[in-house]
């Protein structure tokens, strides 16, 4: 019995894991999962919220729209960084309702917007930002409750969740514009009732961050997610014992991290191969394509008529983003990040090409919106490894000494540079054709997919060990990693 039992089980990493549970025991945590994983379709809601205002808001000049488009992005590390300490002082479940309280604020605001008093607006996406921010802690509260042999497809939901969220922004922008905030409050107020009927405290950080005596309540959360298999959960719950009893001292490590950097190459290698990766993410237009969808679709479809409209073009856009970050989901157990990565990029460079051909040298009518089909091209390569893998490449390639510090200074660059893309783009899309604004993103795309293949590692089933080795002594080839 004791054998049969060992073939279901291996160790991995330190932890123990087992790859025959069933739908029953995982039942508790997936839910708990996509309980606070609801959260995260808000940050998609809000990037592609700009469309909503620019199609019921028209008196906007294109300097305020800008502004309220991309204050969001300036907002979202002020977020993050705000939860991040309240998070380990408070716990993962109250931190979630806060955040959820701060939405639910931000799309209160919105209620009161009129196109006469612009300062609503920005209150509304600066707590839309911070909130946005604020919804990190969904992720630190999955890996912290999901099984270990789970935890890579329960996080990998993420980019299905914010893929949502624009779905769902992008399908309802034909609405009265108060249905539309309505149907946010609505969800948010879900989303808190969901929380506290079905989330567990993470039992990780009451051992960690509780006194002694609060054991009895980590193994009570930890029953929760294990109620049915006695066997799973004393497994999971001596193992849970053992971790936590050494993560105090990793904490330490906060104050040697400029010593790190400055040191060690495991530490400051992997900063700067990221650093340039993210910027090369940002410059080429994945997250413009999302933010200011309908006016770079009035501007592809303008002078030509066909039979689908910007709206419903919008929507369409909404609903591919979605069905690629189902796709990369899926292949991102069996294809690595870079094969993935280049692909995106290959497919944004093709799709460049295509609007720019079909946008200005093929004149006279047509039934087919060929520039349309670029642009959808476009929205569904760059979901497809360009979006998500830069930001997932960053827990996976800092070393221990520097992940925490220096995951949150490189989030916090990336979205400055978010905020100065979006600010700056309604500006180039109103001075530039769409010809040259395509040329440069496919450029860019071409450039990020060099890199890619020339310098960032695979990551794909290598330890923390093996990636930090590569850094340190350069052995191997990027393509080999």
Known sequence: MRSAENKNMFFENGKYSDSSLSWGDLYPQVLASCTSLLMVIQPGLHLAYSNNLF????SFKNGQFSWITSV????IPIGALIIGQLMDRIGRKKACIITCLILLSSWTVATFMTSDEIYWFFAFRILAGIGGGMTTVCMIYVSEISHSSYKQLLLSLNSVFFSGGILLSTSIVQLEWNIINYTFIGLTVVNIVLIIINM??????????????HVDEAKSAMQQLYPRNKQVFEREWERLKSTSSCCVAVATGNSSFIESVRSNAAAYKPMVVLAFLLLLQQLTGAYPCISYALPVLKRVLSGREYSISEIDSLTALGAIRFAAGLLTCALSFYVGRKPLMMFSCAGMVLSSALVIVFQDFVTGPSTVPLPLCGVMLFVFSSSLGVLVFPWTMICELLSTPVRAVGGCLLVSYT??????????????????SVVGIYLFFGVTSLLMAAYVHFVVPETLGKSFHEIEAYFTKNLEKPDHM
């Open 55 to 58: 199609h019921h808001m028209t």
């Open 72 to 75: 969001v992005a300036l907002c």
């Open 200 to 213: 567990p405290e993470s039992p990780i950080w009451i051992l960690k961050f509780k006194s002694p005596e």
């Open 415 to 432: 979205y400055v540079i978010m905020f100065m893309v979006l600010k700056v783009f309604p500006h180039v899309l109103e001075n530039l």
